[in-house]
Nanobody, 123 residues
Framework: VQLQASGGGLVQAGGSLRLSCAAS????????MAWFRQAPGKEREFVAG????????YFADSVKGRHTISRDNTKNTVYLQMNSLKPDDTAVYFC?????????????????WGQGTLVTVSS
């Protein structure tokens, strides 16, 4: 199984970025997908998650209303559209896959992880 995250970079506060995560080696449409992030010296935290069908989405309070998550099961890809970015959004962002999606905010529940992509938001 491989999850390949991309789309990170340097952006000014208020700007936007779209992260992508391409999955291979798993039955993508049977996995709950999520994005987590980890800033230096901090624990990995849940950002957003999306159900197998894409009908249900979940967001951390810190990003609710600014970010959206979507998936294209025909391309085995999940996206995180990040808008109105803030310096506090600076972190390495990871995509993750969970077969059950029952406790989607707990990083310990996830089966597979991507390598991470760095997002830096300058003030």
């Amino acid at each position: 199984v491989q999850l390949q995250a991309s789309g990170g970079g340097l952006v000014q506060a208020g700007g936007s970025l779209r992260l992508s995560c391409a999955a291979s080696g798993l039955t993508f449409n049977r996995y709950f997908m999520a994005w987590f992030r980890q800033a230096p010296g901090k624990e990995r935290e849940f950002v957003a998650g999306i159900s197998w069908s894409g009908i249900s989405t979940y967001f951390a309070d810190s990003v609710k209303g600014r970010h959206t998550i979507s998936r294209d099961n025909t391309k085995n890809t999940v996206y995180l559209q990040m808008n109105s970015l803030k310096p506090d959004d600076t972190a390495v962002y990871f995509c993750a896959a969970d077969q059950y999606g029952s406790t989607w905010s707990d990083f310990r529940e996830y089966d597979y992880w991507g390598q991470g992509t760095l997002v830096t938001v300058s003030s």
